[in-house]
């Protein structure tokens, strides 16, 4: 029990701080109306959220694998839930994008301390399983994030939203009660952990990449579909929010699938596979009707097929280095797809055109599966190679 419970602390820290992440999209098209925003400085208020917690992240991990010491899981989730709540109060855009920046810090920190409390609980053998239930625990909640705030909205409009602070005040508050009991694991023990893999941080380098631009396209889609679905197709904000919110459910899916069929198949087989099937499912998302939702569903499905096997190889290929590993893959990849989304609105400012600005990503989309390629990764001691 006295594993169990700092285990359930992390993956309910991950399902809570993640439910308030998409909700930055959801009231976009809100703040463009009423603060009389651009698509560029709409998207600006996520990439801030991203590169902030983007580059924090990796410094915090680095820390935290030298040290042993991480911040407190309970006070990430009520940082994180403070900021994207109470961002939906102001019209000011400074006090929105300090809110905002607040909000990435907390989640900045939570990862990597939620990643290494997993990781040190976790049996080596058992890893990525365990990592698979953590990060769907954020998933499933990314993907109800939506869709709770766009219900919160349709009944008391924007303000409505600073209610999601609540569950993050209680939730944070039984997190501190489980997590409190949870003992760090000395650098020198954490290294011995996994011995299995063959690699090089060469090889490590190119995942964390490979996830960068498959982030980059993700992250356009989930950032402009709600402005695309009710300023280019007509939609409610409430219809658009259900839409989003299945979308994710259908990249909660891909994971579990992804993950499961990598421990069969191979990670870089199953990496490889899941970028080149996400290319022509991106391709129809601009097709309009019903196509284009097959094309949103069946993108976000292959496009985080590959999400917790990406996860679980730079770790193997980081092997002692779990802090940094999650900094790179659940943070910088991250911000890195902030910068996309910032890219899309640009273009949609000088254009005009938010379907053809959100196009162009198909370019990252297609080179991610190319470097997936030159990935070295192979099992150690004689197993059948994964590459």
């Not at 910068?339 to 640009?346: H, Q």
Request: glycine residues 12%; contains cysteine.
């Amino acid at each position: 029990m006295a594993k169990t419970s700092p285990l359930t602390g992390a993956v309910a820290g991950h399902f809570l701080i993640d439910l308030y992440t998409p909700v930055l999209p959801i009231i976009l098209p809100l703040l463009i109306e009423g603060m009389g925003l651009s698509y560029f400085l709409a998207g600006l208020v996520v990439t801030v959220f991203n590169v902030v917690s983007s580059i924090t992240q990796p410094l915090v991990g680095i820390w935290g694998d030298k040290t042993g010491k991480h911040a407190d899981v309970a006070f990430c989730v009520l940082l994180g839930a403070v900021g994207i709540s109470l961002s939906a109060l102001t019209n000011n855009y400074l006090i929105l994008l300090m809110l905002v920046t607040g909000a990435a810090v907390g989640h900045a920190l939570f990862h990597p301390a939620a990643m290494d409390l997993v990781y040190r609980i976790s049996p080596p053998a058992s890893l990525g399983r365990y990592n698979s239930i953590f990060t769907t625990a954020g998933s499933i909640s990314y993907a109800f994030g939506p869709i709770i705030a766009g219900a919160l909205i349709a009944f008391g409009g924007l303000p409505a939203v600073c209610w999601m602070l609540l569950p993050g005040i209680i939730g944070a508050a039984w997190i501190f009660k489980l997590t409190r009991s949870a003992e760090p694991l000395e650098p020198a023990a954490k290294k011995a952990r996994i011995s299995t893999v063959e690699g090089s941080r060469s090889g490590a380098a190119l995942v964390v990449v490979v996830c960068a631009l498959r982030a980059i396209g993700y992250m356009a889609v989930i950032t402009y579909l709600p402005t695309l679905l009710t300023v280019v197709e007509g939609m409610g904000s409430f219809a658009a929010s259900v839409i989003v919110t299945v979308m994710l459910l259908f990249g909660v899916a891909g994971q579990l699938a992804g993950g499961k069929l990598s421990d069969l198949y191979g990670r870089k087989r199953m990496l490889v596979l899941g970028l080149v099937l996400a290319i022509p499912c991106f391709v129809l998302i601009f097709a309009g009707g019903w196509v284009m939702l097959l094309g949103v569903m069946s993108y976000a499905f292959f496009a985080s097929f590959c999400y917790v096997t990406s996860v679980t190889m730079t770790q193997e290929l980081l092997p002692g280095k779990t802090g940094l590993a999650s900094g790179l893959t659940l943070g910088f990849t991250l911000g890195v797809g902030g910068l996309g989304a910032a890219v899309v609105g640009l273009v949609a400012d000088m254009t005009g055109n938010l379907s053809f600005g959100m196009s162009l990503m198909i370019v990252p989309i297609i080179i991610a599966p190319v470097i997936a390629l030159f990935v070295k990764y192979r099992k150690a001691e004689g197993i059948t190679p994964l590459a």
